[in-house]
C-alpha cells in the first residue's frame, strides 16, 4: 500500500509539473506578439526593465500575502546567477538582437540556448544526455529553424547574430544555476528574487524607459503591462516549478513547442496565415518534444 501511495503521489506530482510546463510555454509564446508591438516604441533595455519591475511587483505582492520568507543562503548563488543571466541579461540581448536579425536568423542562434544548457546541465550538473533527449533537441531544433527560416528577410547584421548568441547563452547559464538553487528556496522564491535582482540589473535603463512612457501609447504600455504579469511573473514562477520536478535538458526540450504555439497565435491573433514550410516547421518543433520526454521502455 505504501509503494501504491508513492506511486500515485508521484504520479500527481508529474501530472502538475506538465501542466506547470504547458502554462509557461503557452504564456511565453503569447509574449512574442506583446513584444513585437511595445518593441516599436520602447528600446531594448526599457523594455526588459519595465517587463521585470511589473514581474517584481507581482510576485513580492503574493509573497507577502502569503508572508514567504528570504530564501535560503545556499539557494542565493543560484538565485542572483539566474536572476543577471536569464531574467536581465537574455531579455535584453533578445530584444536588442531581434532588431538587427531576421526571424530565421534569430530563431536559429536563440534556438540554441535549449541546447546549451541540456550540455550544460549534463556536464554540471550530471544528469546525463539520454539519446531520446538528444534526438528529440535535434528534431526540436529543426523545426525552430524551419518556422524562422520560413519568414527570412534577409536583414541580418553581425550584431544581431552576436546578441542572439548572447542571449542564448544566457538563458543556457541562467537555468542551469536556477536549477541547484531550486532544492533549497521553493519556485515562489526562486523566481520572485531572480525577477528582482533581473530588475536591479537592468536599473541603467531606467532614464530610458521614463523616456519612453511619456512616448509610448497606452496600448503599448499596457502591452509591458501584460508581458510583465503574464509571461513574466506566471510563466517564470511555472517554469520553476515544473524545473523543480525535472531535468534541466528536458524541460529546455519542452520549450521548443513555442515557435509551434507563436505560429498558431499569429494565425488567430494577427491574421498572419502561415505558409505550409511554417506548419511543417511547427510540427517537427512538437515531435521533437515528444521524443525529448519519451520515457525509455523498462528492460524485460
Known amino acids: 500500500m505504501i509503494v501504491a501511495r508513492a506511486d500515485v503521489d508521484n504520479s500527481g506530482v508529474r501530472v502538475k509539473a506538465a501542466a506547470a510546463a504547458t502554462v509557461t510555454v503557452v504564456l511565453w509564446a503569447s509574449a512574442f506578439v506583446g513584444i513585437r508591438y511595445a518593441g516599436a516604441h520602447f528600446e531594448p533595455g526599457a523594455l526588459a526593465l519595465g517587463r521585470l519591475l511589473v514581474g517584481a511587483a507581482a510576485l513580492g505582492a503574493v509573497v507577502a500575502v502569503r508572508r514567504v520568507g528570504l530564501p535560503p543562503r545556499a539557494a542565493w548563488p543560484g538565485i542572483v546567477g539566474s536572476g543577471v543571466f536569464w531574467f536581465a541579461l537574455y531579455m535584453v540581448a533578445l530584444n536588442w538582437g531581434e532588431r538587427h536579425a531576421d526571424a530565421g536568423t534569430a530563431a536559429l542562434v536563440v534556438g540554441?540556448?535549449?541546447?546549451?544548457?541540456?550540455?550544460?546541465?549534463?556536464?554540471?550538473?550530471?544528469?546525463?544526455?539520454?539519446?531520446?533527449?538528444?534526438i528529440g533537441l535535434a528534431v526540436a531544433f529543426a523545426g525552430a529553424a524551419v518556422v524562422g527560416l520560413s519568414g527570412d528577410g534577409g536583414t541580418t547584421t553581425t550584431q544581431g547574430v552576436l546578441l542572439c548568441l548572447l542571449a542564448a547563452a544566457g538563458y543556457a547559464v541562467g537555468v542551469v544555476l536556477q536549477k541547484p538553487a531550486l532544492g533549497h528556496a521553493s519556485a515562489l522564491q526562486a523566481t520572485t528574487?531572480?525577477?528582482?535582482?533581473?530588475?536591479?540589473?537592468?536599473?541603467?535603463?531606467?532614464?530610458?524607459?521614463?523616456?519612453?512612457?511619456?512616448?509610448?501609447?497606452?496600448?503599448?504600455?499596457?502591452?509591458?503591462?501584460?508581458?510583465g504579469l503574464l509571461p513574466t511573473a506566471l510563466a517564470f514562477y511555472t517554469w520553476a516549478y515544473a524545473l523543480s520536478h525535472t531535468t534541466t535538458g528536458k524541460l529546455g526540450a519542452t520549450t521548443y513547442a513555442v515557435p509551434a504555439i507563436v505560429v498558431l497565435l499569429s494565425w488567430a491573433l494577427l491574421d498572419e496565415v502561415p505558409s505550409a514550410l511554417t506548419l511543417a516547421g511547427g510540427a517537427l518543433c512538437l515531435v521533437g518534444v515528444a521524443v525529448s520526454r519519451m520515457k525509455p521502455k523498462p528492460a524485460g
Open 193 to 227: 528574487f531572480g525577477c528582482a535582482i533581473g530588475a536591479v540589473a537592468c536599473l541603467p535603463f531606467s532614464g530610458q524607459l521614463v523616456s519612453d512612457l511619456a512616448t509610448a501609447p497606452l496600448s503599448a504600455t499596457l502591452s509591458v503591462v501584460y508581458l
Open 112 to 134: 540554441i540556448g535549449p541546447i546549451l544548457a541540456a550540455l550544460l546541465a549534463g556536464r554540471v550538473l550530471k544528469e546525463g544526455l539520454p539519446a531520446r533527449l538528444v
